[in-house]
């Protein structure tokens, strides 16, 4: 495809300027003339597969950075950016957008990176201004895009799976002899022996808020008392990955392009978020029960004493070669609506910038609270993936402490339903599924009665005299 083509030649124009090399040396390497290498970079010559070849044997390229998945990506992004009002002049169109991502996807990320910037810094006019109005000291306001957003993007670059982390819970299992034992005593023998640090449960009252706090001086790991005992398993299993692998972790943060001290910080927290849920929910063992028991979470979390947010999360990190699970995404969030976590495995875009669409049953969710919620959800693109939703409550202490809700979402491409016990009863051959958007801004059903806003394919016009089924329906009567 042409597309295709024009994504690689860029790529390829990419790969010679950061290693330094002009086309002649470049061509030199490959086994080529300059003028084809230049006939390829800019568009003229497919890439061949000989060719592709030389290039990851010469570059230690990995050929599956080729397969275009974070192209799409960054189309998607850069599409729900210019869904900004701000840009409604411009008139651009999603063929647009494809042609500069094609041409200059390194542009294009930059696009991204000043949108990120843009929003930083009108968020932080915002608590200015705000704090302004009310006297109060202007100190900690900083315009920087948020880590959690960077840490999120990295994951979805790596596609959530780390194999260096995998090795080092698989290693974790040999060297401690977690066959056959529990897992909480386990650990903490591991922890005692081989690190040096005590373990020890501490009442609520002594963690000032924490529910799990390492003392490095004392060499002494406290947990509270209100962990359940998969959750207890789940932070000794997080200390130890901080503490044994530490160079990993450093090494990942260190690879990413995370901008700021706090975005690496947050980083190895992840990973060893990642190395805790690798050693209680070991990669073939839960790929194994998963296909059994036809992906059945509560089970699952039954069978690895974890929690369902947990399962939901490993369950989208069995990404192996030649032992891939299935293709989920996932996404939380709270009452208000706003993203806490996500990530994309199945190819559906999640909205990054502004309110997901109201009709994903992941907001339904908290209408009945408790209950697990399974729709069809049909993108305007025509793709249809199947989602399971349900609401979570997390304890943190006793009767007058808060507790926070959310709902949580993991879903997967229509093809793979029927192998989810959730499917049990769903009519797939025939689906009628949800219309469900990205965000409005980007959604052409113009006829939706939960639209908010207007779409940027269709301008706002007004007849005072019409209404439709929003404020923003189409009332055309052609």
Not at 35 to 59: C, D, G, K, M, T
Not at 210 to 232: C, K, M, N, T
Not at 298 to 314: A, K, M, P, Y
Request: aromatic share 6%.
């Amino acid at each position: 495809m042409v597309q295709d083509r024009l994504r690689l030649g860029s790529r390829i124009r990419a790969l010679r300027r950061s290693a330094g090399l002009s086309q002649a040396k470049m061509a030199e390497r490959l086994g080529i003339s300059a003028s084809y290498l230049n006939l390829i970079e800019h568009n003229q010559r497919p890439l061949s597969a000989q060719v592709l070849l030389r290039l990851a044997q010469e570059f230690q390229l990995d050929l599956k950075s080729f397969a275009g998945g974070e192209d799409e990506r960054l189309v998607a992004d850069l599409l729900e950016v210019l869904g900004d009002p701000m840009f409604e002049r411009l008139s651009l169109t999603p063929a647009d957008v494809r042609d500069q991502v094609g041409h200059s996807p390194t542009v294009a990320r930059a696009l991204l990176d000043l949108y990120h910037a843009y929003q930083g810094a009108r968020t932080s006019a915002g608590i200015l201004s705000e704090r302004l109005s009310e006297g109060q000291e202007l100190k900690g306001v900083e315009i920087s895009r948020l880590p959690s957003e960077e840490v999120s993007d990295f994951i979805q670059r790596r596609m959530n799976y780390f194999p260096e982390l995998e090795e080092g819970a698989e290693r974790l299992w040999r060297e401690a002899g977690l066959e056959g034992k529990d897992l909480f005593q386990a650990l903490a023998q591991y922890l005692e022996q081989v690190r040096g640090v005590r373990v020890r449960i501490e009442k609520i009252g002594a963690m000032h808020g924490a529910i799990r706090r390492f003392d490095p001086g004392r060499s002494e790991l406290l947990l509270s008392e209100v962990l359940r005992r998969g959750s207890r398993n789940f932070q000794l299993a997080h200390q130890v990955g901080l503490l044994a692998l530490s160079d990993v972790l450093e090494r990942l943060a260190d690879d990413s392009p995370l901008q700021t001290e706090a975005a690496r910080s947050l980083c190895r927290v992840a990973m060893a978020n990642y190395f805790a849920a690798a050693v209680l929910m070991p990669y073939d063992r839960l790929l194994k029960a998963a296909q059994e028991e036809r992906y059945d979470i509560d089970l699952l979390g039954h069978r690895f004493r974890t929690s369902i947010e947990q399962v939901c999360h490993r369950l989208t990190t069995l990404r192996r070669p030649r032992a891939e699970g299935i293709p989920f995404h996932f996404l939380r969030v709270d009452v208000a609506g706003n993203i806490s976590k996500r990530f994309s495995g199945s190819g559906i875009r999640i909205a990054r910038f502004s309110g997901a669409c109201p009709l994903w049953n992941v907001h339904a969710a908290f209408l009945t609270p408790g209950m697990t919620r399974v729709q069809l959800s049909r993108m305007p693109d025509g793709t249809t993936y199947f989602d399971v939703a349900r609401t979570l409550s997390r304890e943190s202490g006793g009767y007058h402490a808060q507790r926070a809700v959310h709902a949580i979402n993991i879903g997967c491409p229509v093809q793979y339903a029927g192998d989810l016990v959730y499917s049990d009863g769903v009519d797939l051959g025939k689906p009628a599924a949800v219309p469900v958007g990205v965000t409005c801004r980007l959604c052409d059903r113009m006829n939706c009665e939960q639209r908010a806003f207007p779409a940027i394919q269709s301008p706002l016009e007004i007849d005072e005299n019409v209404r439709g089924a929003s404020f923003y329906a189409s009332t055309s009567e052609g």
